[in-house]
């Protein structure tokens, strides 16, 4: 069974940064797309940055530019790398993996991060 395990959330500034981790469990983190969402109070949870198991990235118009996501599979973890916040940042980030053979979906518990002064 799959767990992940997200940390790095908290309170920051307009203009900081932050860096979000997801641990994964299990053995199939190598074959596992990876992502990051976010869901505001009142909105629809959506994705924010995704890569792949060969490490090819996409982001929300959002936050390109801002947003870096990144993996390392000796370590089975994911990393959204997020500068420049805004208070429309401000949302619960939740960590997902998808193991790309069968399509089996896992979710974190989710991380709050809050964007003010």
């Known amino acids: 069974q799959v767990q992940l395990v997200e940390s790095g959330g908290g309170l920051v500034q307009p203009g900081g940064s932050l860096r979000l981790s997801c641990a994964a469990s299990g053995s199939i983190f190598d074959i596992s797309a990876m992502g990051w969402y976010r869901q505001a109070p009142g909105k629809q949870r959506e994705l924010v940055a995704g890569i792949t198991s060969g490490g090819r990235t996409n982001y929300a118009d959002s936050v390109k530019g801002r947003f870096t996501i990144s993996r390392d599979n000796a370590k089975n973890t994911v990393y959204l790398q997020m500068n420049s916040l805004k208070p429309e940042d401000t949302a619960v980030y939740y960590c997902?993996?998808?193991?790309?053979?069968?399509?089996?979906?896992?979710w974190g518990q989710g991380t709050q991060v809050t964007v003010s002064s």
């Open positions: 997902n993996q998808v193991e790309v053979l069968h399509g089996y979906t896992y």
